[in-house]
């Protein structure tokens, strides 16, 4: 494992052990090892196709991981057909609690506002040179708005979230859960494991940049709540993608 995914591995679970030491409640120790092991396997295969120079060898013409995403969706299913956590229980479902969807949809409409205005204030936009709709483009966008966020909310809001909730000492079953500093701790850590695969690089030693691990983080904060909130994953996978597409649209089209 490269040394930039062994920091991950060690910030991931050095911020484990302090929240499982706040949460003073019935902690269940079998769900704290879950959850590094799904970390960690999803990971790995995250980056297997990049490993094994996958995309060069077969000449696929991609510039994103489409692969290794489809293998973190892979080792989510496998996950809810062996491991303890039903469908429900991570939140795929359609069932939405009626009396959260406004909420859900002001908060939707509010990430989208906040990333399209950072893209917008920054000029950002696809990292190419050439026009906005060639090739490149078009993968980008369909992988921005259909894989990344399928991909990453099944495993961060949905199985993540759910394993260290109930570590943590709350209930899992159909998200009977109540608001306290323990779901708290758990969305915090959540989307902590997130950020700082973005945030933690290694380039001649070990560097961290807040800009870069900000972003994914509260992005987290936020699709956690919806989660939750909602008793679904079906409102963070829409702010995700609909956030990035103004993200990737809004520079062009107000340019």
């Avoid at 989510?76 to 229980?89: E, H, M, N, Q, T």
């Avoid at 040179?129 to 909310?153: N, R, Y």
């Avoid at 909602?230 to 062009?252: C, E, K, M, Q, R």
Wanted: with cysteine; proline share 4%; glycine share 8%.
């Amino acid at each position: 494992m490269p040394l930039q995914s062994l920091g991950q591995l060690a910030a991931v679970l050095l911020g484990l052990v302090l929240c499982l030491i706040v949460s003073k409640q019935n902690r269940r120790t079998y769900f704290a090892f879950l959850f590094i092991l799904v970390y960690v396997i999803a990971h790995v295969a995250n980056r297997l196709p990049q490993f094994f120079n996958v995309y060069s060898v077969l000449d696929l013409g991609l510039s994103y991981n489409w692969i290794g995403h489809l293998l973190m969706i892979l080792v989510v299913l496998l996950f809810l057909w062996y491991g303890p956590l039903s469908a429900k229980d991570i939140g795929l479902t359609l069932d939405q609690r009626s009396d959260t969807v406004v909420s859900a949809v002001i908060a939707t409409l509010g990430v989208i506002i906040f990333k399209g205005s950072i893209a917008v204030s920054v000029n950002g936009g696809p990292t190419y040179d050439g026009p906005p709709f060639d090739s490149v483009a078009a993968e980008e966008l369909l992988f921005q708005t259909i894989m990344a966020p399928v991909a990453q909310e099944l495993l961060y809001t949905g199985v993540l979230l759910s394993l260290l909730i109930v570590a943590l000492g709350e209930q899992k079953e159909d998200q009977t859960f109540s608001w306290n500093h323990v779901i708290v701790l758990a969305i915090a850590l959540t989307a902590f494991s997130h950020g700082i695969r973005f945030g933690l690089i290694y380039d001649g030693g070990f560097q961290f940049t807040v800009e870069s691990f900000l972003f994914p983080f509260i992005g987290k904060l936020v699709y956690a709540w919806l989660r939750l909130s909602t008793g679904s994953l079906l409102f963070p996978v829409i702010a995700f993608s609909l956030s990035n597409l103004a993200t990737w649209a809004l520079p062009y089209l107000l340019s």
